[in-house]
């Protein structure tokens, strides 16, 4: 990976850049060394899903903070909760 860090480090949830395919997600690590490889999801729809070997990918990592991580701080009772509305047990 060039750029700003090893490729092993990639995990689920990691934001990367690509040269050619910008932003994307990695929604999947396999494989071990030289035959490691990731699924990512970029952002360009027309990109969509692509499973890469990290070997000959150049891509460089974005946030050293998994996006999914962030998420799973918030408390579960109050998430998705709008402020304000009543709550209705059916």
Same mark, same amino acid.
């Given at each position: 990976?060039? *750029?700003? *860090? /090893?490729? %092993? %480090?990639?995990?689920?949830? $990691?934001?990367?850049? +690509? !040269? ?6 990695? @929604? +999947? ?7 490691k /490889?990731?699924?990512? @999801?970029? $952002?360009?729809?027309?990109? =969509? ?9 150049? @891509? ?5 903070? !998994?996006?999914?991580?962030? $998420?799973?701080?918030e408390? !579960? ?6 402020? =304000? %509305? !009543?709550?209705?047990?059916?």
């Open positions: 990976m060039s *750029g700003s *860090g /090893k490729t %092993e %480090e990639l995990e689920v949830g $990691q934001i990367v850049r +690509h !040269p050619m395919w910008g932003l994307g997600t990695v @929604l +999947h690590c396999s494989g071990k060394r030289d035959k /490889k990731v699924i990512v @999801l970029f $952002q360009d729809v027309a990109v =969509g899903q692509r499973t890469l070997s990290i070997k000959y990918a150049k @891509l460089e990592r974005v946030e050293s903070r !998994p996006i999914f991580e962030a $998420q799973a701080d408390d !579960p009772e109050k998430a998705g909760k709008n402020k =304000g %509305e !009543p709550e209705w047990d059916v």
